[in-house]
């Protein structure tokens, strides 16, 4: 039957399901083309692969850019555990191996291999009684009536369940099966030649994203040849994603809803377009899948993760937190303490009435967060506040684990405070319910960068940018990308992105400081000395002593290539002191 089974470091990768399974058995969830990727490494004896052959065997007959192969790397990683990057090595000459051991072995069916002595048990005049080949059999005998009496006690336990499921959980006595969704395929409105291959394009895109989505099924669409089919009934999607794509004079604008099939009520409209004149189709595709992806998931996530607290129900009814959330962040970028602390004791008053709140607790979270980060905190009320903040959030998350805003509030929290490891883990969790998360790709891009990753941060900002999703956050993976560059010494490479980092959101001083160092090093004094100027005039009292961020649990290769950044600041007219 051929090697179905490929076994390395304690995962199985089943050829014949298309399925990778961790050492408990439970399957991990990836796209298609990750799946094709880590077949082929592992099929290959450990050879080194190289970047064009992996493109070439997972794409075939189709021109990908490397952000695509490399997004597949980081997700092999991520469902391997591969953090270190040991298990898929980057080779010395470019491309990847798998460095694990494999155990190739074809799948023995059991159940075929007892039919001939269940055939030679059967009685020639059932012959006529259709049978069914049997699972491996254990065989008990009742041998004494201490036996018999737990058998029966084993009976009677399953038959309470079964009367006691009403009101039980359902996933007490089964696992719930995951909601399914059907990507149609994207009707082309148009009359521009080329939009029935955008068209097919953006479907096979969008339908990849939302295979990515952790608590979702996708499936096949629904044929529409009017035929009933005779094969095995497949179960109708549960959602429908459909959409419409159309050529402008200047654009390409992609309408796509959700709806729900059973009452065709749609629960969600969004609507993204991309200048025509862009002559990369790619990335014109990818901005079009995240501009809609990244709206329809995270109204998916609102409808599965509901919340969880009947008080919130009844107070978001009258509309009581919802005023207390929207008054409270209102007052997150007053400089007063004063209002800050309004804000603070409204929300804490709030989730005291209503503990099981997330809306309350993630505002809360945020909002204390926001006060350490401008120091209206003594340092020992700080140490405090984050403690409990970090607990407001944990709690949030045992009550919503899969809640979009709970994951990111977090994702943000052990981020700014210097937890990188963690916060890779809990970012990408968010990314698993929203695969075009900007906002989160920049917070995983910034713990590369500590960790001293910068490789891996560069290729994660540059996909945030791919995807431009949210656009409010644009001006963070461009001043992630800028530094990465300044940070590998790649000052001029780093400029553009700088540039664009500052024309969307130009009020920030170290983006100034950073561009003053790009400049300082590109051989440009004057405009090196202008940027300076601003970054001092926006951050007044800023010295080579302040200028740096917290380098709390930063590794050695960050720290030392932060250095050289702020050495270049100085040269750029930075006060040493």
């Not at 991520?78 to 190739?104: H, N, P, W």
């Not at 402008?248 to 065709?264: C, F, K, M």
């Not at 903040?389 to 805003?405: D, G, S, W």
């Not at 290729?459 to 963070?476: G, H, K, N």
Request: hydrophobic share 45%; glycine share 8%.
């Amino acid at each position: 039957m051929g090697d179905h089974l490929l076994r390395f470091a304690g995962f199985e990768l089943d050829q014949q399901r298309a399925e990778l399974r961790g050492a408990d058995g439970t399957p991990i969830k990836l796209r298609p083309k990750t799946f094709e990727m880590l077949r082929l490494f592992a099929s290959s004896g450990g050879r080194v692969l190289s970047k064009q052959e992996l493109m070439e065997a997972v794409w075939p007959n189709v021109h990908v850019g490397e952000d695509s192969l490399f997004q597949c790397i980081r997700e092999l990683r991520t469902a391997l555990g591969d953090e270190r990057r040991q298990m898929i090595k980057l080779a010395s000459g470019g491309g990847y191996s798998l460095t694990a051991g494999v155990q190739a072995e074809a799948e023995v069916d059991l159940a075929q291999a007892e039919l001939p002595a269940v055939a030679a048990e059967v009685p020639a005049e059932a012959e006529a009684v259709p049978t069914y080949p049997p699972a491996p059999r254990a065989v008990f005998r009742l041998r004494s009536p201490a036996m018999i009496g737990a058998v029966t006690a084993f009976c009677v336990v399953i038959i309470g369940l079964a009367v006691a499921a009403p009101v039980l959980k359902p996933d007490f006595l089964f696992k719930r099966t995951p909601p399914r969704i059907a990507v149609m395929p994207i009707v082309d409105a148009g009359n521009d030649p080329r939009g029935a291959a955008m068209a097919a394009e953006v479907t096979g895109r969008l339908t990849d994203g939302f295979a990515r989505i952790q608590n979702i099924s996708v499936v096949a669409p629904r044929a529409a040849t009017g035929v009933e089919s005779v094969a095995q009934p497949v179960a109708s999607p549960d959602y429908e994603v459909r959409g419409e794509l159309q050529r402008g004079d200047q654009s390409w604008t992609l309408r796509a809803r959700i709806i729900r099939t059973g009452s065709g009520e749609v629960q969600s409209v969004a609507t993204a377009s991309v200048g025509a004149d862009e002559v990369d189709a790619q990335l014109q595709q990818s901005r079009l899948v995240a501009g809609v992806g990244h709206v329809l998931a995270r109204r998916l996530n609102e409808l599965l993760e509901p919340s969880a607290s009947p008080a919130a129900s009844r107070t978001s009814s009258a509309g009581g937190d919802k005023v207390a959330v929207e008054q409270a962040l209102a007052s997150i970028n007053q400089t007063t303490r004063e209002r800050f602390g309004a804000a603070q004791a409204m929300l804490q008053k709030a989730l005291d009435d209503d503990p099981r709140n997330v809306d309350l607790a993630v505002a809360l979270a945020s909002l204390q967060l926001r006060g350490i980060q401008m120091v209206w905190f003594s340092p020992e009320e700080a140490v405090t506040v984050e403690a409990k903040a970090n607990a407001t959030l944990e709690q949030a998350l045992r009550v919503k684990p899969n809640a979009i805003p709970v994951l990111e509030a977090h994702c943000r929290f052990l981020s700014a405070t210097n937890h990188f490891v963690e916060s890779l883990v809990t970012c990408a969790r968010a990314l698993s319910f929203d695969p075009w998360n900007g906002s989160a790709l920049y917070l995983i891009g910034l713990g590369q960068i500590y960790l001293g990753r910068f490789d891996d941060a560069l290729a994660t900002f540059q996909q945030a940018d791919r995807y431009d999703t949210p656009p409010a956050s644009r001006w963070t993976w461009l001043l992630g990308a800028g530094m990465t560059y300044a940070m590998m010494g790649r000052f001029e490479e780093g400029l553009p992105w700088l540039q664009r980092s500052i024309a969307v959101t130009p009020g920030t001083g170290r983006s100034h400081f950073l561009l003053a160092a790009a400049y300082q090093r590109a051989g440009r004094r004057e405009e090196a000395s202008a940027a300076m100027a601003e970054g001092l005039r926006l951050r007044p009292g800023t010295t080579r002593l302040n200028v740096s961020p917290p380098m709390k649990n930063a590794s050695p290769v960050c720290i030392a290539a932060w250095d050289r950044v702020v050495q270049a600041e100085v040269d750029a007219g930075l006060p040493e002191k």
